[in-house]
């Protein structure tokens, strides 16, 4: 089973990537996009988008208790190798307290996925 940070790096990924989001209208277009080698640019996203819908669930039901947990997960996975100071700018806290955050998501994802995985 794979972990809460390796989940949440691949998730950020997923969703900068958009995968999975019909985004364009002309049928030609996407069979073009998806038929065409990628170079270069940021490295892809190693999750299923059933996985990766799991996390955004996670993190959308942290954030009915704990918004600001929620956001800093957010920015700071979703953000691209954002520092914990330059997240702290962007929500508005420390950059410890940021970092209080994170370590907090990371425990709860956790105990989601521990609670999948019993079930």
């Known amino acids: ?8 790096t691949h998730w950020g990924r997923w969703s900068r990537q958009q995968v999975g989001v019909p985004r364009c209208t002309s049928p030609s277009y996407v069979l073009m996009r ?3 080698e990628q170079t270069g640019g940021l490295p892809g996203a190693d999750i299923t988008d ?11 039901v942290m954030a009915r208790r704990w918004p600001k947990m929620a956001q800093c997960i957010t920015v700071y996975y979703r953000g691209m190798d954002m520092t914990m100071a330059e997240v702290g700018k962007q929500v508005g806290e420390t ?7 994170i370590i907090a998501g990371h425990a709860y994802i ?3 996925l521990e609670m999948r995985e019993a079930a």
Do not use: T
Not at 95 to 101: A, I, N, P, Q
């Open 50 to 60: 059933e996985e990766a819908m799991m996390i955004d669930r996670m993190v959308a």
């Open 110 to 112: 956790d105990g989601c």
């Open 95 to 101: 950059r410890l307290k940021v970092r209080e955050f």
């Open 34 to 36: 998806d038929n065409v």
């Open 1 to 8: 089973m794979r972990d809460a940070e390796d989940l949440l």
